[in-house]
């Protein structure tokens, strides 16, 4: 049982599983309606699964919440693979008070459909 007491950003504390991607080195993510792009590298610091690390100010903090679901672009380690376009969850947005990651947060990561839409913005098609 979650504490509805806490912030949003605490909400959602590595609840589920997740599986590490080690074929991308980072994602972006394109908000409307002014198209906004902000772009993060991946981080797997865990056997579990991938993230994206945001200061603790950071306006991005305004379009994403646990549970939200959100096309992503990813972009793979090798420079010869195309990017690609997943369905993206928030699993967790995890506020790191000690040690490396000290005034960020950690927020996790889970590709929803494994196929992607390799180099095509799917905000362009009809």
Known sequence: MQ????????????SEPREPVDRYHSVELTVSPNRI???????????????????????????????????????????ARPTE????????????????FKGHYLVGLLILNKQGLTGTDPSNQK
């Not at 504490?3 to 590595?14: C, F």
């Not at 959100?70 to 420079?79: A, D, H, N, R, V």
């Not at 376009?85 to 490396?100: A, L, N, S, Y």
Request: hydrophobic share 30%.
């Open 3 to 14: 504490d509805e007491s806490l912030p949003q950003k605490e909400l959602g504390r590595r």
């Open 37 to 79: 792009i902000y772009q993060f590298r991946i981080w797997n610091v865990s056997q579990k699964g991938m993230c994206i690390l945001l200061k603790e100010d950071s306006a991005a903090f305004d379009h994403i919440h646990v549970e939200d679901i959100l096309e992503m672009k990813y972009y793979p380690t090798e420079s």
């Open 85 to 100: 376009f997943f369905k993206t969850k928030i699993q967790h947005i995890t506020k790191e008070d000690t040690g490396r």
